[in-house]
Nanobody, 121 residues
């Protein structure tokens, strides 16, 4: 079993900051990319940011310069620091990781349960 557990969502005023965390646990052999996606009400899920095992990052244009993704491989945790938040950042944020389980060399996508981020005054 592999689990991704997110934390750090909540309500914040425009211009504020939040930090999301996502910890992976279970029978993990190796983790490739880890990332964050979001889904606003009535919209499709979209990529926010991704970080590879080597530390390379990629961001959606809408969050560049405001959000920073990082990971702690020892803790098997990925973070998303969100600054200068806007109302349009309101969404459920999902953690994603590409993981090979112990005893297998096949990588699969795993998802967290999602955490709500609401930006409103």
């Amino acid at each position: 079993q592999v689990q991704l557990v997110e934390s750090g969502g909540g309500l914040v005023q425009p211009g504020g900051s939040l930090r999301l965390s996502c910890a992976a646990s279970g029978s993990i052999l190796s983790i490739n990319a880890m990332g964050w996606y979001r889904q606003a009400r009535g919209k499709q899920r979209e990529l926010v940011a991704v970080i590879t095992s080597g530390g390379s990052t990629n961001y959606a244009d809408s969050v560049k310069g405001r959000f920073t993704i990082s990971r702690d491989n020892a803790k098997i945790t990925v973070y998303l620091q969100m600054n200068s938040l806007k109302p349009e950042d309101t969404a459920v944020y999902y953690c994603n990781a590409v993981i090979a389980r112990t005893g297998s060399l096949t990588y699969y996508n795993y998802w967290g349960q999602g955490t709500q981020v609401t930006v409103s005054s």
